[in-house]
């Protein structure tokens, strides 16, 4: 049976269940607005390792076996994870897979890898290959800033459009059955750029991935925007957030009644320095395995587009002239049969 329905999206016929949910994050982000919302909250960004990589790698442990546990299931249930995170080799992810020992796919989508690895595990279960996955992603402030800009004891001065990378990691752990949300339709994002050259305004530089993929959702999949009670990108932050909306106030579509950003949510905007808001795998990760997954547990949600972004650029990359391309995999989570 042919599952595709449209140009990119497809209709999961035996759609998996998120039968558990989990996640970590840091101090920073545990003094924000959705403190409460969290399973785990580190006294400080280290989780008693003596590196930032050792720390991050803690963090997608921490968060795995928190989720498996409220499956009740261990490490041997798994078929198959799907996690990835922002550094080079994806070292978070295969060093934790390394010491769980469960078949493992390494994934790199920049930020929008928490929607990546739940598509591609939605879509291995919803074909009958296996019963059990978990999706995994992750990012940490110190490692993030080592690699993509300057090390922090640089003290390098962060412009107006800078965002804060999410010390934050989130588990989702799917089955072939059950009760609970149930991951229907994922639409896969198409790599856009636009030309945007500063590193500095990523939000930008996604946006129009952002509205390529929902945009192709409505179209592939006959649904308005009105259909979902939340549409969440992540992590385009405040400007990139302005951005998606004008856009599709062009279309005539106002997304602002039923829309947000991750990148808005995890932090105070007002009295946290985090400038355009926050970025990184473990954002849009923590706010789905925390606030939105909740409030879909507690049947405040029912319909929820989620649809992470990332930036899929490197330092190489900016050093020898290129531009940032974006892109944005949507996965429409629903309270249904």
């Not at 558990?20 to 969290?38: S, Y």
């Not at 928490?114 to 999706?135: K, N, V």
Request: proline share 3%; charged share 20%; aromatic share 8%.
């Amino acid at each position: 049976m042919n599952k595709k329905i449209g140009k990119q999206t497809f209709l999961l016929q035996n759609p998996p269940v998120i039968a558990a949910h989990a996640n970590v994050v840091g101090k920073k982000e545990g003094q924000g607005p959705l403190r409460e919302e969290f399973d785990t909250i580190g006294s400080d960004n280290t989780f008693g390792q003596p590196t930032w990589e050792k720390a991050e790698r803690t963090m997608q442990k921490l968060a795995l076996n928190k989720a498996m546990e409220k499956a009740r299931i261990t490490p041997d249930n798994l078929d198959l994870i799907f996690a990835g995170d922002l550094l080079n080799q994806c070292i978070s992810s295969g060093y934790h897979a390394r010491d769980i020992a469960v078949p493992f796919f390494g994934l790199y989508g920049a930020c929008s890898t928490m929607s990546e690895s739940l598509a591609l595990a939605s879509m291995t279960l919803d074909g009958g290959f296996g019963e059990w996955a978990g999706a995994i992603a992750s990012s940490h402030f110190c490692s993030a800033e080592r690699q993509y800009r300057t090390p922090l004891e640089y003290g390098g001065q962060r412009v107006p459009t800078a965002q804060w990378t999410a010390t934050a990691a989130g588990a989702v752990v799917l089955h072939s059955s059950g009760e609970g949300p149930r991951v229907t339709h994922v639409t896969v994002g198409r790599v856009m750029d636009k030309g945007i050259k500063d590193a500095n305004n990523m939000g930008a530089a996604m946006t129009w991935a952002a509205y390529d993929t929902i945009s192709t959702h409505f179209r592939d999949t006959g649904r308005s925007s009105s259909y979902y009670d939340l549409i969440v990108t992540g992590d385009l932050g405040k400007l990139g957030r302005t951005l998606l909306i004008e856009l599709f106030k062009k279309d005539g579509l106002d997304l602002s009644s039923n829309y947000n950003d991750c990148g808005c949510m995890l932090f105070d905007m007002e009295n946290q320095d985090v400038h355009c808001g926050a970025s990184g795998c473990g954002c849009s990760a923590s706010v789905l395995t925390g606030y939105l997954l909740n409030r879909m547990d507690r049947k405040e949600l029912n319909r929820l587009l989620f649809c992470a972004t990332g930036a899929l650029h490197s330092p190489t990359a900016l050093g020898q002239g290129e531009s940032i391309p974006g892109i944005c995999h949507a996965v429409a989570i629903e309270n249904k049969k």
